[in-house]
Every structure is written in structure tokens, then in C-alpha cells.
């Protein structure tokens, strides 16, 4: 999820376990022990681009690694922020706990993946039931956090999280929607899916980007979920194969054990971009959900050294001209 709503979500749940005179204190504490984690993104290195794709939401984001992160936070924090609100070490300690533990469970909520039970497993969690960034989650933790602290109430921040629990459940029945409908698009094509998952578009729980894979080829369709449902049909391509799309290719160099890597990292959801036959993209994520045009992808070179790693790209595209689409979807019209 994106900053703020992590912050926020980390402030909410410190507040649910401060006196009245410890409000802002434990909302600013629980604020900055929810961003925390995300300072894995400060692992990089020049040569390798992947690196820091190994280690976001990784050790950071483990559940196991709560009570180390929330202590380093503490000792952080504690000097700079225990006078001033008058908190001891002990009180300091318990919202970074409670806002640390906020941040892994929120991003599971996504399609990215997490590392929640590092070193116990390497799985990716990704529930698929919350874009990464949705004002309807974000918009109604901050007021109650503002009326808490304002008004020294819990009655507000219990009524934001109560919401945003209610709203994390809807996100399971839409998604679980979407997937029917999507089951149902790929029999109806004579297709029998050997794996299909739905994930929310853009800020939205209405509209769902579908992905299945059948003999070797992916296809991806954009599921309107509301009263009604409405099936907006995309484009297929065909799965990674790494012996047929780069027979050029040492299975021994960098670049094919760096495939392998960005293999771990999308689930496997990897095919090969159809204007660049050196490209590799992640299928998840597009800026409109019946697309296979890739927000990431990693680029592959023939002509360097064994030892040389691939290029990690992202790539924007026209948000601004996707978004009356999107916004089509949405409201279920029809779109050309």
C-alpha cells in the first residue's frame, strides 16, 4: 500500500491502546512504526537492479520480525519523541508494535506479495482484495484519527477501523466474484485454466483485473463486479518460455539466473513483451485492467558479458488518457 494509508493504519490501531494524553503522541509514533518497514527500499545496488526486489517486503515485512523492527523504531523514537509527549520507553515501544504490525498484514492485502513468514518460508502472500492505493481505505482512517486526538473520543477511530475491516471484507466477496465470473468467461472460450486469480483495479472494489493461465498462454479480461456483472475482454499472450523466447541465451549467465529471480517475484506471471523481444514482463499490473501492456518489466541484452544483470524498467504510460476508461468501468458502460 502506498505511504500514507500505511501510516495511518498504524496510528489508527496505536490509538486504540492510548490514554487520552497520549493521543497525538501514540498517533505520530504509530504513524512512523506503520511506514517503517518500507525502508527496505533503501537496499539497492548499482549493478544489480533486482536487488531491492529481493528485499522489499521481505525480513521487514515478516511477522516474525515485528518485535526487532518495532525495538529499533523505539530506540529511534524514544529520544525524540518520549519527552515531548511525555511517554516512557515502554509506551513508546507498544505503538511501534502495534503500528509495525500493521504494515505486512495491510500490503498481503495486495497483489505485489509479501514475505510474512520470513525465514520460515519464502512464499509471497498476495490476498488480492485492496488496490494499493484506494481513498475509501486511506480517507476514513485519517478523520478518525483526527477526531480521536481532537476530541480525546476512541469512538471515532473504533468506528475508522471498524470501517476499513468491513471494507477489507467486501474486498474478499468482490474478489471472489470476479473469479467466478472469470472461471466462467474461460469455460464459456472452451479453456480449463490451470490457475486464474482477480485483483482489484485503481482505487476501486468494482472493477477487477483477471488473469488465467491455459496451455501456456495467459489471458487477461477486466470483471466488472457491481449489482451486475460486466465482462470487459482483453488480450492473451503466451507464457514465458525461456528455451523458445531466448535460444540465444547461457542458461549458466547472470541474466538467465535474473530471470529466474523476477520469475519468484511475479508468481511466475511472466511473458514476453510483443513489441520488444528482450523484454520480459510481470502480467499482474496495468494501468487498465484488460490490458498485457506491464508497469514493470526486466530488459535483457545479447551482446553483454555472462556475468552482466538484466535492466529493470517501469513503465508509466498515458495515466491520464487511461483514465476516463477506467472510470467507464467503473460506472459499467460500455467502452469502445
Given at each position: 500500500?502506498?505511504?500514507?494509508?500505511?501510516?495511518?493504519?498504524?496510528?489508527?490501531?496505536?490509538?486504540?491502546?492510548?490514554?487520552?494524553?497520549?493521543?497525538?503522541?501514540?498517533?505520530?509514533?504509530?504513524?512512523?512504526?506503520?511506514?517503517?518497514?518500507?525502508?527496505?527500499?533503501?537496499?539497492?545496488?548499482?549493478?544489480?537492479?533486482?536487488?531491492?526486489?529481493?528485499?522489499?517486503?521481505?525480513?521487514?515485512?515478516?511477522?516474525?520480525?515485528?518485535?526487532?523492527?518495532?525495538?529499533?523504531?523505539?530506540?529511534?523514537?524514544?529520544?525524540?519523541?518520549?519527552?515531548?509527549?511525555?511517554?516512557?520507553?515502554?509506551?513508546?515501544?507498544t505503538f511501534c508494535v502495534l503500528g509495525y504490525a500493521t504494515?505486512?498484514?495491510?500490503?498481503?492485502?495486495?497483489?505485489?506479495?509479501?514475505?510474512?513468514?520470513?525465514?520460515?518460508?519464502?512464499?509471497?502472500?498476495?490476498?488480492?482484495?485492496?488496490?494499493?492505493?484506494?481513498?475509501?481505505?486511506?480517507?476514513?482512517?485519517?478523520?478518525?484519527?483526527?477526531?480521536?486526538?481532537?476530541?480525546?473520543?476512541?469512538?471515532?477511530?473504533?468506528?475508522?477501523?471498524?470501517?476499513?475491516?468491513?471494507?477489507?471484507?467486501?474486498?474478499?466477496?468482490?474478489?471472489?466474484?470476479?473469479?467466478?465470473?472469470?472461471?466462467?468467461?474461460?469455460?464459456?472460450?472452451?479453456?480449463?485454466?490451470?490457475?486464474?486469480?482477480?485483483?482489484?483495479?485503481?482505487?476501486?472494489?468494482?472493477?477487477?483485473?483477471?488473469?488465467?493461465?491455459?496451455?501456456?498462454?495467459?489471458?487477461?479480461?477486466?470483471?466488472?463486479?457491481?449489482?451486475?456483472?460486466?465482462?470487459?475482454?482483453?488480450?492473451?499472450?503466451?507464457?514465458?518460455?525461456?528455451?523458445?523466447?531466448?535460444?540465444?541465451?547461457?542458461?549458466?549467465?547472470?541474466?538467465?539466473?535474473?530471470?529466474?529471480?523476477?520469475?519468484?517475484?511475479?508468481?511466475?506471471?511472466?511473458?514476453?513483451?510483443?513489441?520488444?523481444?528482450?523484454?520480459?514482463?510481470?502480467?499482474?499490473?496495468?494501468?487498465?485492467?484488460?490490458?498485457?501492456?506491464?508497469?514493470?518489466?526486466?530488459?535483457?541484452?545479447?551482446?553483454?558479458?555472462?556475468?552482466?544483470?538484466?535492466?529493470?524498467?517501469?513503465?508509466?504510460?498515458?495515466?491520464?488518457?487511461?483514465?476516463?476508461?477506467?472510470?467507464?468501468?467503473?460506472?459499467?458502460?460500455?467502452?469502445d
Amino acid at each position: 500500500m502506498d505511504p500514507v494509508t500505511q501510516g495511518a493504519l498504524g496510528a489508527a490501531v496505536a490509538l486504540t491502546k492510548a490514554r487520552p494524553k497520549q493521543l497525538a503522541g501514540a498517533a505520530l509514533i504509530g504513524a512512523l512504526g506503520g511506514m517503517a518497514p518500507d525502508l527496505d527500499v533503501l537496499i539497492r545496488s548499482s549493478t544489480d537492479s533486482l536487488l531491492f526486489l529481493e528485499y522489499h517486503r521481505q525480513f521487514t515485512h515478516s511477522l516474525l520480525f515485528v518485535p526487532i523492527g518495532a525495538l529499533l523504531c523505539a530506540l529511534a523514537l524514544s529520544p525524540l519523541l518520549g519527552k515531548r509527549f511525555d511517554l516512557t520507553f515502554s509506551s513508546v515501544y507498544t505503538f511501534c508494535v502495534l503500528g509495525y504490525a500493521t504494515h505486512g498484514l495491510l500490503d498481503a492485502c495486495t497483489t505485489y506479495g509479501t514475505l510474512l513468514l520470513w525465514p520460515l518460508s519464502y512464499e509471497r502472500v498476495a490476498w488480492n482484495v485492496l488496490s494499493i492505493i484506494d481513498p475509501l481505505v486511506t480517507l476514513p482512517l485519517l478523520l478518525g484519527i483526527f477526531w480521536t486526538v481532537r476530541s480525546k473520543s476512541s469512538a471515532p477511530i473504533l468506528l475508522a477501523l471498524a470501517w476499513f475491516g468491513s471494507y477489507v471484507a467486501v474486498g474478499v466477496v468482490q474478489r471472489d466474484r470476479a473469479e467466478a465470473v472469470a472461471w466462467e468467461l474461460a469455460l464459456a472460450r472452451g479453456h480449463s485454466p490451470q490457475r486464474l486469480e482477480a485483483k482489484p483495479s485503481f482505487a476501486n472494489l468494482l472493477v477487477f483485473k483477471t488473469v488465467y493461465e491455459d496451455s501456456h498462454r495467459f489471458y487477461v479480461d477486466a470483471v466488472h463486479v457491481g449489482v451486475d456483472t460486466k465482462i470487459y475482454e482483453g488480450e492473451s499472450v503466451a507464457k514465458l518460455d525461456v528455451g523458445r523466447d531466448f535460444s540465444w541465451l547461457d542458461s549458466g549467465s547472470q541474466q538467465a539466473r535474473d530471470i529466474e529471480r523476477f520469475r519468484w517475484f511475479s508468481n511466475d506471471y511472466l511473458a514476453l513483451d510483443q513489441s520488444d523481444p528482450n523484454r520480459v514482463i510481470d502480467m499482474r499490473y496495468s494501468l487498465l485492467p484488460n490490458d498485457i501492456n506491464a508497469l514493470w518489466s526486466i530488459q535483457l541484452d545479447p551482446n553483454v558479458g555472462s556475468d552482466v544483470h538484466v535492466a529493470y524498467q517501469m513503465h508509466r504510460g498515458d495515466s491520464r488518457a487511461a483514465l476516463p476508461t477506467l472510470w467507464a468501468m467503473i460506472t459499467g458502460e460500455d467502452i469502445d
